[in-house]
């Protein structure tokens, strides 16, 4: 006769239920940015191997292997690369991945347009609001754009 208990098969659920928790925030992918005025994307982690390009301060990247003192990372485009997790800082970025973006004057579609960014631009994180993120800019007004049309932090 084969009774299975019902407090150790909860206990069994339960331990399994955690291991699988541990896992994937083991396994969550963070963010970074470049903190010096560039950094490079290597094809490997170590400074003998080839530079892929040149990223400029702010570039958010997503960590998805760490690897001593480098960081495997992907670009909003799904590029991946090497780099010195010393260039890297937690300052929180966006860059616009649709090819024009507004920038409002507050978190909503009802709100003015001040200005617009161009696919690519990378963008400092001020605050967030559901759908919405204040950013600044190098140049021009820094205001609201839908999340939507960013990639980052």
């Not at 982690?45 to 960081?71: A, D, H, I, M, N």
């Not at 649709?98 to 347009?113: D, M």
Request: aromatic fraction near 8%; proline fraction near 3%.
């Amino acid at each position: 006769m084969n009774c299975t208990h019902p407090a150790r098969t909860f206990i069994a659920a339960a331990g399994l239920c955690a291991l699988a928790l541990t896992t994937s925030l083991a396994n969550a992918q963070t963010m970074v940015s470049v903190k010096g005025s560039t950094l490079n994307m290597r094809d490997g982690p170590g400074t003998s191997t080839t530079v892929l390009w040149e990223l400029k301060r702010g570039y958010p990247l997503q960590v998805t292997q760490r690897k001593g003192s480098w960081l495997k990372v992907r670009d909003f485009e799904g590029d991946t690369g090497w780099v010195a997790r010393s260039l890297t800082g937690n300052a929180a970025h966006h860059v616009v991945k649709a090819k024009v973006a507004n920038v409002r004057s507050g978190p909503g579609a009802q709100h003015r347009i001040v200005g617009k960014v161009a696919y690519g631009e990378v963008l400092r994180t001020r605050e967030k609001r559901a759908d919405w993120v204040r950013v600044e800019r190098n140049e021009g007004p820094g205001g609201w754009i839908a999340k939507q049309l960013l990639w980052g932090w």
